[in-house]
């Protein structure tokens, strides 16, 4: 009885030791908190706030122009004067005019503004600080219409879905190719896929210097990463059954891999858009065309020597090229750029996995093995084509 | 990134012969032109004006209740309208007192800027005395810097508020006779001089020449600028210290009386200020000195100049005045007299 009550006992202060730090350190949260003016005036004096303001989004529409503030700072913010143009304007705020951490509102302002010239605006906080944000030209902001939306689809077909297409085309060719040809092929898919993972990379640190530290980009972005590897490494996992992806499996990772890409893609074409920082034309969406026709390539090599299905196929381009259109979707029609640094990071992490996992089977099926010629060279020309038809799109 | 795009795009214009299936871009871009409705062809011309508006908006408009403007009505009398001239009496004595405090001034609404002031405002109040009078000011520094005030005119170097500087806490009285008749401005002459001036350490000073003026009707408008974010270029540009407050509340004045008005302008960073009055002529007396006077609409003053107006209305109702650096005038620095029988 006694050795069990004492088993009892130690077993609840067992668990006690589960809450105790946390309820010590409440404890002591709660004396900084109490004290903290004090423990800053032992070192020095806290510089003031910096009372400016996150310029998220500038919207024109006929005769307004609408602008999406937000607080990126601890202590509270409040608009009180907005200028067009370095000229006082009469405004109304969608929202609160004093803004807690974070938050956001939206400022109208009645304005006959002028197509295609530049305009700057400029949110005053009660503290007299300015925020000026310059638009380069201003369009007006397409508001969602079927026309936008099917206009948005028919864009990401033209850039994502058809070119990937297309690249499926090569498959009759590939089927002919010697063991030593494929490897290399699949190699310059691993180089393709390298080069689209650290493009997604190095775009979704881009996105994150505009968010307010205290949304932590960084952090965000290897969430995102390690989310999509692991999510992907567990995909192959579930396809194959364990062993080393081959084949359609192959296919379908790599075809995963490129339409996250893609989203990502599509979403920083509609935002650009949108914004009235890009100009849509014949040459970037022939460019982007030329960019990911060789997507289509990289599915298809993995499925050079099984059979499939001309539907199984429509799949794959549907699977790698669709997302752009959503992205695009995305992009025109929100206004979340925390939503872009996360699909970007999403996207780098899927295209890492795949790579992985075409290096193993190039590792395997190559003859030679990943140091062989045809291994190395298909992966430099895989990045060094991605490279020259970037151009193109860029 | 999307800046990156767009001059790489240039390049694409070298691997043109690369783009040989043009056609189906050409397409897609002229799908979408139609698909949002951006449609130039119908504005014709595609530098016109966005806005279907019209009226309701415009600066020229903000008038009354639509002029954004800081307090009620009469805030700004002590300001606007000086103490009355005395006439000449030899040996009077003028005995003012100024105070110096660091204050948050509301130069437009709910806009906050940290001042240091004379007597609590900025521009500080009217010191006004006749030729020959004694001028005794004495100065309190109750500000967290140190602090003088330079009169412009004649008066012994001693009294020039250049050496004597006075440490917060401190006092110091300036005495010196009153001369030459003119309109004068003062301000604060301690280092760093524009950081002293623009915080707000100014104002009137008028002389009275000996034989007094015509009667009128006398204002008083000191000209400055707020820099609310410390960037070295002002926000705000106001006259007597609140922006677009003489547009919300129209300065009251009679047909029938000549109006004089006292302009001085004490803005920090620009080099030039000025004033146009719509619908009138006036005349103008610089530095409020001499007999030369312009018939103008229009005049311009340099940092610390200043002058006489005289207007004799000819019409009634709303007559806007502004400086005519329009982007003054639309920070602020636009009011409106309402002339009456």
Known sequence: MEAGSATSRARVGWRLWTVVPVLLLALV??????????????????PPPADEFDIRRVEFSPGEIRITVRNPQRDELTIANVNVDDAIVPFTVDGSTTLGRLRSSTIVVP?????????????????????????????????????????????????????????????????HAGPAWLSAFMAFTAGLLSFLGLEALSESFQLQTALPSALGGTGLILLGVALSFLGMTALAGRLTGGSAATGLALALLVAIGIGL???????????????????????????????????????????????????????????????????????????????????FAIAAGAAFQVVVEVGRYVARHAPGGLKSGYAIGGFLAGIATMFATGVLAG | MAKIRLTRRKLLAAAAPLAAVPLVGKLAL??????????????????????????????????????????????????????????????????????????????????????????????????????????????????????????????PTNMDGVFEIVPTGGEFTYEFEARPAAFH?????????????????????????????????????????????????????????????????????KRSEL???YLANLTEFDLVNSFHLH??????????????WEYTDTVMQCQGQRGVLEIEFTGLGLHMFHAHQSEFAELGWMGFFDVVD
Not at chain 1, 32 to 38: N, W
Not at chain 2, 212 to 218: D, I, L, N, S, W
Not at chain 2, 220 to 248: E, I, K, P, Q
Not at chain 2, 282 to 292: E, I, W
């Open chain 1, 29 to 46: 949260v709660g004396l900084v908190v109490t004290f903290s003016s004090s423990l800053v005036d032992l070192v020095g004096s806290n």
């Open chain 1, 111 to 175: 304005y006959d503004w002028v197509p295609a010239d530049p305009i700057t605006v400029g949110v005053t906080s009660s503290t007299g600080i300015e925020t000026v944000k310059e638009i380069p030209a201003a369009v007006e902001t397409p508001v969602p219409s079927v026309e936008g939306f099917l206009g948005y689809a028919l864009i990401g077909v033209l850039v994502g879905v058809l070119p990937v297409s297309l690249g499926l085309l090569w498959l009759p060719a590939l089927r």
């Open chain 1, 261 to 343: 890409h893609n989203l990502g893609e599509g979403l920083a074409i509609g935002a650009s858009f949108a914004l009235g920082e890009l100009q849509l034309g014949t040459f970037l969406i022939v460019g982007f065309m030329i960019h990911n026709i060789t997507e289509g390539l990289g599915i298809a090599t993995p499925v050079a020597k099984t059979r499939v299905t001309i539907l199984t196929l429509a799949g794959l381009a549907l699977v790698a090229g669709a997302p752009t259109i959503l992205g695009t979707w995305i992009g025109g029609y929100t206004s979340s750029d925390v939503l872009g640094v996360l699909f």
């Open chain 2, 30 to 155: 002229d799908a979408q032109a139609q698909a949002s409705g951006h449609d130039h062809s119908s504005h014709g011309h595609p530098r016109s004006p966005a806005s279907h508006v019209h009226g309701a908006m415009g600066h020229a408009a903000m008038v009354g209740e639509e002029a954004p403007a800081v307090g009620g009505p009469n805030d700004l009398d002590a300001l606007l309208f000086p103490p009355p001239a005395l006439p000449y009496e030899p040996g009077r004595v003028r005995e003012y007192a100024l105070t110096a405090t660091d204050v948050d001034l509301e130069v437009a609404p709910g806009v906050f800027f940290s001042g240091w002031v004379y007597n609590g405002t900025a521009p500080g109040p009217v010191i006004r005395a006749t030729e020959g009078d004694i001028l005794r000011v004495r100065f309190v520094n109750a500000g967290q810097h140190p602090h003088t005030i330079h009169f412009h005119g004649i008066h």
């Open chain 2, 185 to 253: 401005v003062y301000h604060c002459h301690s280092m760093p001089l524009k950081k002293h001036i623009h915080k707000g350490l100014y104002g009137a000073f008028i002389i009275d020449p000996k034989e007094p003026r015509p009667p009128a009707k006398e204002l008083v408008m000191v000209m400055n600028g707020f820099d609310t974010d410390g960037d070295g270029s002002n926000n705000f540009y106001t006259v007597n210290g609140r922006s677009l407050y003489y547009a919300r509340y129209p300065i009251k004045v």
């Open chain 2, 259 to 261: 109006v004089r008005v």
């Open chain 2, 279 to 292: 619908a009138d002529f006036f005349r103008y007396q610089p530095t409020g000195t001499g007999d030369t």
